[in-house]
């Protein structure tokens, strides 16, 4: 009998191209049968991930790019390998590619492929595969999103940021951003405009819709204002109203987790109504922000006519 190779030998990165294990000798029929012994998964026509190995985007990722190696991780899924944050990213929301050749035609399910130029600096690797820069995913954002998911992404990349349970530093600057639009004239004209509306320091995605939210009804307080109690301790409020005398924090998705976290957080802003500047604090959810909206608008529209008289 033919001694054949070890399909977990001719793997990479946990996937196996059929093609690969039928050059290296492995018969159709052979391997279609120790694929389904094995607990091989398929992925997608032409290529498994190896047994208990989950089909997560970086391995789906990899088989497209294996079956097709001129392709570039781009857009939405090349945000998710640099842990840059989007709006409400979904499971079922297709794997995103470039293709620099612009002689892309196949069809794959759940597979989107955009045929636009790259210069070599647009090009990094992650994870062993090939995908578009920061800088390059954030102006592909910023071309092809709406406004407030494409400021959420460029407010998530350019500063520090607790992302799937690991803290990730700022991946760029403004500066580059707004050089590399520039340097394009496609789509560029509106996405540089939208680089006015970035805060850098914004904490979170919800942080960054209640800003965009302010503004769009014409108010527009102080973003990550530093105080100090009478006591001296330092508190930093996601907005201020220095007029009005009006603090408004934005509290993410995440609930406390434990006790001590949740006294902490009463103490904090315990705290924050001791500085002299705040005489009124509002606190919204994410939810708040991002399904009614409309509803904390009409609450600051309030408190600040209160305050004000």
Not at 135 to 149: A, G, H, I, N
Not at 234 to 251: K, N, T, W
Request: some cysteine.
């Amino acid at each position: 009998m033919e001694e054949r190779t070890a399909l977990r030998e001719l793997a990479q990165g946990g996937v196996l191209l059929t093609c690969r294990a039928l050059e290296s000798g492995w018969p159709r029929r052979s391997l279609t049968r120790a694929l389904r012994a094995e607990g091989w998964g398929r992925l997608q026509a032409g290529a498994w991930a190896e047994p208990g190995r989950a089909p997560d985007p970086p391995t789906r990722l990899r088989a497209v790019q294996l079956l097709n190696q001129r392709l570039v991780v781009s857009h939405s899924s090349a945000a998710a390998l640099w842990r840059i944050e989007t709006l409400a990213p979904s499971a079922k929301a297709p794997l995103e590619f470039i293709d620099p050749a612009l002689s892309f035609r196949g069809k794959a399910k759940g597979v989107r492929v955009h045929r636009i130029l790259l210069d070599p600096g647009d090009v990094a690797t992650r994870y062993g595969l090939r995908v578009t820069s920061p800088v390059r995913t954030l102006t592909d954002l910023l071309r092809s999103l709406p406004r407030d998911e494409a400021v959420v992404a460029l407010d998530s990349a350019l500063t520090y940021r607790r992302v799937a349970g690991a803290r990730r530093a700022p991946l760029t600057g403004l500066d580059a951003v707004g050089a590399a639009l520039s340097a394009s004239s496609q789509g560029s004209a509106r996405a540089l405009r939208w680089l006015g509306l970035c805060d850098p320091r914004a904490g979170s995605p919800a942080e960054t819709v209640a800003r965009l939210r302010m503004a769009d009804s014409g108010l527009r307080p102080e973003s990550q204002v530093e105080l100090f109690t009478p006591a001296g301790r330092r508190a930093v409020l996601d907005f201020l109203f220095r007029r009005e005398g009006l603090a408004v924090e934005i509290e993410g998705y995440a609930y406390h987790g434990t006790r001590e976290a949740h006294r902490k957080d009463v103490s904090r802003f315990n705290q924050v109504l001791q500085c002299t500047e705040v005489r009124n604090l509002l606190r919204f959810t994410a939810q708040d922000v991002f399904r009614e909206s409309d509803r904390m608008i009409r609450e600051i529209r309030a408190a600040l006519v209160v305050l004000g008289r």
